[in-house]
């Protein structure tokens, strides 16, 4: 929601305040699962959108590589690593990332 709103700062407070209830015996497996890969969206949309291109693009990789995730959103996931890894300063992760 904050993310849709251009406020990434209220964003991941919110996202740190959550991180510590992911792994909550308290919710079904099924639930947990759907849980934990928003979390991990919300991670990778919000170092994207704070310029931290080299953590998004290792987010939406493993996001995508998550069994749960269907094939039309793992290459959307690969799509944007691919666009983060582009833009990120050069260096030796830029070189793991792009190969």
């Known amino acids: 929601m904050w993310l849709d ?3 990434q700062v209220q964003a991941e407070i919110v996202v740190n ?3 510590s209830s992911i792994y909550s015996s308290k919710i079904s497996d099924k639930d947990a ?3 934990r890969l928003q979390y991990k969206r919300a991670r990778a949309k919000i170092a994207d959108s704070q310029r931290k291109y080299e953590d998004a693009c290792q987010n939406y ?3 995508a590589n ?3 995730v269907d094939q039309e959103a793992s290459l959307e996931m690969y799509n944007l690593a ?3 890894s582009i833009i990120c300063p050069a260096g030796n992760m830029k070189d793991r990332m792009l190969a």
Do not use: N
Request: hydrophobic share 45%; net charge negative.
């Open 17 to 19: 305040k959550v991180s």
């Open 61 to 63: 990789i493993s996001l």
């Open 33 to 35: 699962m759907e849980f």
């Open 5 to 7: 709103l251009d406020d």
């Open 82 to 84: 691919l666009k983060c």
């Open 66 to 68: 998550e069994p749960a």
